[in-house]
């Protein structure tokens, strides 16, 4: 892996709302005078910044949702229903956060109907075979990506905190596969996307399962050596089973068209730092020093 060039994957919305509620609980929004918040932009640009000095790539691609329906919505319209709206500080900032990182020549990827994951889960499948990929979010479903070159970087609290994942490490850290992931999500559901898996299952019980039968198929295949009460909550619960394992799982066949080459960390200096002007960021050079070559 050390001799392929390195591709950073960010999922975009994670870094967004860290960089936001970072200052936001304070009430520090840094409202500008045309009136528009940019507290969340600054957040990001902190932590994208140092994503950059810390894994160092030759090329940096940005994912983003768009819009709050996909089609895990047509499979289960409960799916993320238990989430408010953003704070109408933070909503202004979706837009001009993309046209900062243009401001970067870092292309933003998004295809309507489908999540930032799904889009860095299908770049990231179609890069591994000639470069190395590092997956830069908060959303540890991303785990499920994991394999020969390609790592999962977690970011921890406080900015430049990162638990990396990768293949040769990744039994080791968390007792599974990376394929498991999505079983375990499967029978324990997911309370912060909304989705129940099997009623009565959390998730020690889940590991416990997966771990010694390894996937849900063969936890079903082998449904009469576990115990009545549990048999009685997969049987009660086969639908939402599968359902929710399928909600988990990150498609990586979206239709998506990204050049590498448009994808180059080979910043204009004088383009960004007019952009951080236009935001009236106070010293925008803070970010020059970090990320120019």
Not at 54 to 65: A, E, G, K, N
Not at 133 to 151: A, C, F, R, Y
Not at 224 to 230: E, F, R
Request: aromatic share 10%.
């Amino acid at each position: 892996m050390a001799d392929k060039e390195r591709v950073l994957l960010v999922d975009g919305m994670a870094l967004l709302f860290r960089g936001f509620y970072a200052t936001a609980f304070t009430g520090n929004f840094m409202i500008n005078s045309k009136g528009v918040p940019t507290n969340g932009i600054f957040g990001f640009l902190n932590y994208f910044t140092n994503a950059i000095e810390t894994f160092s790539p030759d090329y940096v691609i940005c994912c983003w949702d768009m819009g709050s329906k996909t089609f895990r919505n047509d499979m289960y319209p409960e799916y993320k229903s238990n989430r408010g709206e953003p704070p109408v500080e933070l909503i202004p900032q979706f837009d001009i956060i993309k046209e900062v990182i243009h401001a970067f020549d870092v292309p933003n990827i998004g295809v309507p109907g489908y999540e930032a994951d799904d889009c860095i889960g299908t770049l990231s499948k179609h890069l591994c075979e000639e470069k190395e990929v590092v997956i830069l979010t908060g959303d540890k479903d991303m785990l499920q990506l994991v394999e020969p070159n390609i790592s999962v970087s977690i970011m921890k609290k406080g900015q430049g905190n990162y638990h990396i994942y990768n293949e040769e490490t990744f039994y080791e850290q968390t007792g599974l596969f990376p394929e498991q992931i999505v079983d375990i999500k499967g029978l324990m559901g997911d309370s912060s996307d909304n989705y129940p898996g099997v009623k009565g299952i959390g998730e020690k019980t889940a590991l416990k399962l997966i771990q010694a039968y390894g996937t849900i198929d063969k936890v079903l295949d082998n449904l009469d050596q576990l115990s009545k009460g549990m048999q009685k909550k997969i049987d009660e619960n086969m639908e939402m089973l599968q359902l929710s394992r399928n909600l988990a799982k990150i498609h990586c066949d979206v239709p998506l068209e990204c050049q590498l080459d448009k994808a180059c960390w080979n910043i204009n200096n004088d383009k960004v730092l007019n952009k951080m002007k236009e935001l009236e960021f106070k010293n925008p050079s803070r970010w020059m020093v970090k990320v120019a070559h």
